[in-house]
């Protein structure tokens, strides 16, 4: 049984797992206990549940089955397991992008008959550069009246969906060498849907058989995400929400207030919790938020809907995923909005602990039991204002003395675009990546990492994130943070300007010092790691440091994921030339050597990149800068000015 400070290194979450404890409380770590030993077949990825005649599992030690009741080998079985999961972690991603295209279009409809401004959906264009060269790329006459490019662009960004003839729009961001690359070997991804149907169905009972065709199919619908679902959710958010600015607000546990109405957030799409952001801050639900004894209305966020709200308004947030649970035992919560994505079940039980009501939003996910109040885009503003008063009134039912908020609060900076970055290294007026560029060509700065993901309760909460990262910018990495990952970093206090003097490098400090930037840089929620492949992207158009993604000083790492989506995002890093590093858990393909070579050392020939797996954050670490330092040597730049 592991300790409290082998749970978390967070502090304040070390201090409500005692509450939990004290109070009898079950939480992720305790069920991961009771799950232990899990199952080794599935640990290595040797059952197949496919067709009827399993499930069926191939014996690691070699002495009984080989293969399955059709015949499949382990190689088969492990590969169609892990390829399944990109396919869900695609759908994930691409769901949600449909979503904000779907609100797109609503915006498109009120416009075309006239009901903009009275329409009760309240969305509207609030970034109208982006909304023009977006519409720009996807061909439409940008002189056109804006009613008329609204229609023509949500038609053609739904399309993309379920495209059948040529291939996605957006894969024309890419350098060309890397789309030479997709072609060649047929990983063009085409539709997002079409290729998250034809992947599931590559890995039906007695269709594809070799294991290296399944992962070039998988990649494919990876790259349908990256560069579709995930980059339309992205794009089309700034789009309507506004796109990110920096930010400083707060984070962790510490920012639910004693004496106001704490409403969490959490899930994945902003589209209703931006909405709760301004039915938060409405002067009637406000002053009846003071009417029950509340001082106001406290809005926090959790996992990557707490970074999209974090990113547009600066809304604090609570915690990163495996605080989910914590933030209702501190028994000061008063309602928690869920909608889709990374929502423990475990959190109704929890919930029935205290006075918190928990509220489905989302026709994708209910809970038995849950109270659910349906997320409706054309009635956005007013469910929002229905779900945030549920919580006002249910906030004289907190029993005071038995809520707990710990004090732990960090300072932090978020909101970072690929647009920004190029403002902020350039200037208003000639923005640019050619400081960027330059200063790794120079060997200030050594290279860049993107260090995202979850939480996982297999290893010690937010301590491979934060030890990776400071140990990355310690040597001249400028990092590139989205998700759970970047909540971890900034609970550590990595995530401000200042964190540069402490923590990095003297070459990333004297950047950092020069434009006012913390060495960690938030970019977003897990749609958001489009954003760093559009910004890598940039990067190569700038020149200097070679023509394909895979030549840039450059690595990705997920130290502590769990999602399916994690996978996704992995095999479309992979898939776009960027070598990276998953910690603790390979992807259940040891039971398969053939393809555990595969993904750690053949791709590499195919698409330029590998995976690497890795428990040691130091580790990690390490085989990252190797990479990094690589890259350098075959671009031949100059030596480290500080780190020779
Ligand atoms: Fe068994 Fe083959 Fe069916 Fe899988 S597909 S359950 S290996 S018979
Ligand atoms: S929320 S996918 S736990 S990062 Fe995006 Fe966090 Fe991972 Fe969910």
Known sequence: MSTIEQKSIDVATQEILRKAEAENIKTAWDRLEAQEPQCGFGQLGVCCTVCAMGPCRIDPFGEGAQVGVCGANADTIAARNLVRKIAVGASAHSDHGRDVAHTLSLLADSHTHGKSGSHSHNYEILDIVKFKSLAQEFGIDTQKPKEQILTELSKKLLEEFGKQEGTLTFIKRAPKKRQKIWKDLNITPRGIDREIVELLHTTHMGVDNDYKNLIATGMRCALSDGWGGS?????????????????????????????????VVHGHEPVLSEMAVKAAEDPELVKLAKKFGAEGINLAGICC??????????IPVAGNFLQQELAIITGAVELMMVDVQCIMPALHEIATCFHTKLVTTSSKARFPGVVHIEFDTNNAYEIAKQIIRAGIENYP???KEKATIPVEKMDLVAGFTKEIIFQILGGRHRATYKPLNEAIISGRLRGLAGVVGCNNPKQTHDYYHTALVKELIKNDVLVLQTGCSAIACAKQGLLIPEAAKKYAGKGLQEICEAVGIPPVLHLGSCVDNSRILTAASYIIEEGGLGEDLSDIPAAGCAPEWMSEKA???GFYFVASGVYTVFGSNPFATLGSKNLTDYLTKGLEEVVGARFEFCDDPMQMAKLMIAHIDKKRQDLKLKPMVYHA
Do not use: C, F, W
């Open 567 to 569: 996978i996704t995002i």
């Open 397 to 399: 039912n907190r029993k």
């Open 231 to 263: 980059m339309t959710a992205t794009d089309l958010q700034d789009v309507i929400l506004g796109s990110p600015v920096p930010v400083r607000s707060k984070v962790n546990l510490g920012v639910l207030k004693e004496n106001y109405v704490n409403i």
């Open 305 to 314: 809907t707490a970074n999209e709200v974090l990113m547009r308004h600066g």
